[in-house]
């Protein structure tokens, strides 16, 4: 029984070829959930009592239907990384048969995790906003998760004329912006001295921090109404979020671990001030005014990065690009 894996840069190759496809994928799987196709547990999170800042977290998940499949990421978080010149996710995908449980591949996942929150994030932008383009994009957090972001944008044909960029280490932002924009797409690339600037000029702002609690407390900084990206979950105070329309990934899922969502649940006692989830949004059955500052908070569940890996798989597959272990599973022989 052979078992197969797929490197980070196969995966960034297929993914980069075709952002459109890797949207679908996110998409199908939210219209899936939608319809109580896929099974999505909760995140498991493993902390350490001498590095506080650091996790590694368990997201198991299965998609059903005419492609079936189980899997789990597994993916650590540990910022400090950053100061040691290393990333600071690194991940891997395993994939299990629907038949007979299985595992048949293992693939590279901070790539594919970074991908489907791009796909995500990119969908729920044009859902929002009604277009694909933005006066100006505001991107809090100059990582590997923003650098996706702006990559499906630009790559889908945002119409994005200018790029403000800010980040508690100003050498980040400045490297983003020579690395990760390209001065052909844009009018006007520019570092931001400060958050409020950010926040206040974006009208299409994308959050995509390690805050582990919320830093940004005036909801008078959002009155342009802007559509908010809130990827990393933990940025904005539990008044901003009352004061915004809510859009999540799946309501029980992003009301836990201390998300904004989470604490504003905490704080009023209720979950009114969610308007719907991206899957109502895309199938019309719910409208989101744009009256009002717009947020999506997407837990990130794990069915959505099966849902990218199963189709990473089966390119690189058709390719030739799996490297194969055929003696993995000594005992079945």
Known sequence: MRFGVVSGGVIRRLIEGDPEACVKAVEDVYLAGHRGEVVCPNSYFLRFPDRPDARIIALPAH??????????????????NIKRGIPRASAVIVLNRADDGYPYACLEG???????????????????????????????????????????????????????????????????????????????????????TVVRRSDLLVFTTSAGAPHVHDPGWFSHAPVVLHLSL???????????????????????????????EQESGHREFVTGTLAEVLL??????????????????????????????????????????????????
């Open 110 to 196: 901070s790539i594919i995790s970074a991908a489907r929150t791009a796909a995500s994030a990119a969908s729920a932008a044009a859902a929002l906003s009604g277009r694909r383009a933005a006066r100006t994009l505001g991107v809090v957090g100059t990582g590997l998760i923003a650098r996706y972001v702006v990559s499906f944008l630009t790559r889908l044909g945002w119409e994005l004329p200018e790029v403000l960029l800010f980040d508690a280490n100003p050498t980040e932002a400045e490297r983003f912006r020579s690395a990760s924009c390209d001065p052909a797409r844009h009018r006007a690339i520019r570092v931001a001295e400060d958050l409020e």
């Open 234 to 264: 933990r940025d904005l105070s539990p008044s901003v979020v009352r004061a915004s329309f809510n859009v999540v990934d799946s309501v029980e899922h992003v009301m836990s671990a201390g998300t904004s969502l989470h604490l504003a």
């Open 63 to 80: 998609l059903g239907g005419d492609d079936p499949v189980s899997g789990i990421k597994w993916i650590a978080s540990y910022p400090a």
């Open 284 to 333: 019309g059955k719910c409208a989101v005014p744009r009256t009002k500052t717009v947020v999506f908070s997407p837990f990130g569940m794990g069915t959505l990065d099966l849902a990218v890996a199963r189709w990473v798989y089966a390119r690189a597959e058709a390719a030739g690009d799996v490297v194969w272990i055929d003696d993995f599973f000594d005992m079945t022989r």
